[in-house]
Each structure stands twice: as C-alpha cells, then as structure tokens.
C-alpha cells in the first residue's frame, strides 16, 4: 500500500508541476501577443519616427525628382501625412519591390507605403490599412500591336512585370510568362524593344507616363472591370497601429488633404472609390 500510495503521490505531484508551467506558458505567451499589439505604436511614439519601406523609383508614386533628386510621389506625400498625424517625422528606406515584403518580415521598417495591393492571399499573412488609393487595371502593349486586343490575348505571351506583384500574378493567372522588371518605366521599355509583349498596371500610373513621355509608342488596349485597393502594409499583431493609421486617414480624407495630394498627382482624386 505504502508503494502504491507513494507512485500516487508521485503522480499528482507532476501533474501538478506541468500544470503550472503551461499555464506560464499561456499567461506568457498571452502577455507577449499583448506586447506585440501595443509596442511597436509605442516604439515609434517613443523614437519619434516611422520608418517607412518604399521603391523610390515606382512614379508618380515615389521616385527621385530629377532637378533635386529629392524623394517625392504621392505615396511619399501620404506618409509623410500619416506621420504627422502620429507626431513622427517619416523616414524612407528604398528598397527593390521583388524584397520589400521580405524587408518589412526583417524588420527593416515599420510599414510599407507603396501601392501595396490589397488581396486575400496577403491579408492571411499581413494586416493593412483602409485603402488610400482605388485604381483599375490596365493592360499595355506597343502602339503597332495588333495582335493583344484583350487579357485573354495574353495567353502564351511574355509580360514584363516586377515579378512578386499582384500585376504579375495577374498576367499568369491569363496565361502569360512573366519577364521579371524592376519597375513601370523597365517594363515599358522592354515592350518597346520588342523584348515583353505586354505589361499590366494601373490606369493612373499609365496615364502619368504618357503625361512625361506623351510620344511614346503605346497604348490600352483593355481595362479591368474591378477596382484595385491599395492601404498601408503592416506585419500582424500591431492592431493598435493599425488603428492609429485608420484614425489618420480618416481626419486626412475629412480635411480634404487625400483629395488635394491625389489631384496634385493624378489631376483626379484616387484616394476615393
């Protein structure tokens, strides 16, 4: 009896043990989500910046104006909103857009703000803002192309795209190969040389092009029926970030100054459905 009775012991005492290391456990991780949630708000309260992760090099959205090669764009002006909003000053890190997603899961800045499409399959991984900006999508080829009249055209075609985009996908998803770019102006160009037969984006964007560069040799040849949406980019679990930069859109949208940015870029106002 006295054996039975000491395993018994034994038992309860573990059981007992394991009992309150998970419950450690659980109060910890919970503490650590909740952690998560606040600080990285507080953190960039605390260092007085929001470090913003852009192309620099993706007009009229950011890029380097040629006289001053000042950084500038209608997603820069709209950062540089947004941190007013939060009491911070903006500061940009320009990186490739084939590696700012991969740069924003390092760490390597706290949003990004870069006609990021919002889609279901990154809404599993990443939260965003409400969206900032509503456009439709184009699809581009060479003036003399008569060939590509619609998307289903697309169909064993090579499109030039910045290969991780939602356009990228966009252009597969008809049938295309892809001819990987670093930009609008590089995929442009390759339909110009004959090099991609095609290339999709926004109408906005294509309109600003031929705006600099009114003889280019290209043309619409067809123009998706949905909108696109596009908000700030943030790595989950920063709900009260997220919220703090709904809350300053909302007063930006209110006060007209989306609006004023948009038409400043665009001479229409992209910033609303």
Request: net charge negative; glycine share 10%.
């Amino acid at each position: 009896m006295k054996g039975l009775k000491g395993i018994f012991v034994l038992l309860l005492t573990l059981t007992l043990i394991f009992s309150l290391i998970g419950c450690g456990q659980s109060e910890q991780e919970g503490l650590d989500t909740s952690d998560t949630a606040a600080g990285l708000l507080e953190e960039i309260q605390e260092k007085g910046v929001l470090t913003v992760g852009i192309e620099g090099t993706y007009p009229p959205y950011t890029y380097h104006d040629e006289s001053s090669d000042e950084l500038t764009g209608y997603d820069v002006e709209i950062a540089r909103a947004i941190a007013e909003k939060l009491g911070v000053e903006a500061e940009f890190v320009e990186t490739k857009w084939d590696s700012i997603i991969a740069g924003l899961d390092a760490g390597r800045f706290d949003v990004i703000i870069n006609q990021v499409g919002i889609t279901a399959e990154r809404q599993k991984k990443y939260d965003f803002s409400q969206p900032y900006t509503y456009t439709k999508g184009v699809l581009i080829v060479a003036e003399d192309d008569e060939d590509i009249k619609a998307f289903e055209d697309l169909k064993g075609k090579k499109s030039a795209q910045t290969v991780t985009s939602n356009w990228a996908a966009l252009a597969e998803s008809y049938g295309a190969s892809i001819e990987g770019t670093d930009g609008f102006n590089q995929s442009i160009e390759l339909v110009l040389a004959g090099r991609a037969d095609a290339t999709l984006n926004d109408d906005v964007t294509f309109y600003d092009y031929m705006n600099t560069k009114p003889g280019a040799k290209v043309k619409i040849v067809a123009t998706s029926n949905e909108v696109s949406t596009s908000g700030v980019m943030i790595r989950k679990g920063n709900e009260e970030l997220i919220a703090a930069i709904d809350s300053a859109l909302d007063e930006l949208r209110t006060e007209g100054k989306l609006k004023e940015i948009s038409e400043k870029y665009f001479g229409v106002d992209v910033s609303a459905e």
